[in-house]
């Protein structure tokens, strides 16, 4: 098992950390969709946990103004390559002594 992992039991801390990093967060009912917002840069998602994912990647990338694909930089990461599994031994937090 994880340290940490995607599930309804972690939304409330996601809204929180954004909350605390100065975002207004919301749900809006009709489109089922969460939503952030700072400083005019608005986001969303289908759950708190993936909304802090799509705000860290706004964070890392800091954009200075809108363009289509801001987000979209160069890189050697290959998503479809994804290994599957862990490149180098770990042994989690949860199982040291």
Same mark, same amino acid.
């Given at each position: 098992?994880?340290?940490l992992? +995607? ?8 809204? /929180?950390?954004?909350h605390?990093k100065? %975002?207004?967060? &919301?749900y ?12 005019? &840069?608005?986001?969303?998602?289908d759950?708190?946990?993936?909304l802090?994912g799509?705000?860290?990647? %706004?964070? /890392?990338?800091?954009?200075? /103004?809108y363009?289509? %694909? ?7 990461? +290959?998503?479809? /390559?994804?290994?599957r599994?862990?490149n180098?031994?770990y042994?989690?937090?949860?199982r040291? +002594?």
């Amino acid at each position: 098992m994880p340290t940490l992992s +995607d599930y309804v039991n972690v939304f409330g801390e996601a809204t /929180a950390v954004l909350h605390e990093k100065g %975002y207004q967060v &919301w749900y809006a009912e009709a489109s089922k969709l969460f939503f952030a917002e700072k400083d005019g &840069w608005d986001f969303a998602a289908d759950s708190p946990t993936a909304l802090l994912g799509v705000v860290a990647i %706004y964070e /890392a990338r800091q954009p200075k /103004a809108y363009r289509e %694909y801001w987000w979209s930089t160069p890189h050697d990461w +290959d998503f479809a /390559a994804m290994p599957r599994q862990p490149n180098r031994p770990y042994r989690s937090v949860m199982r040291r +002594d």
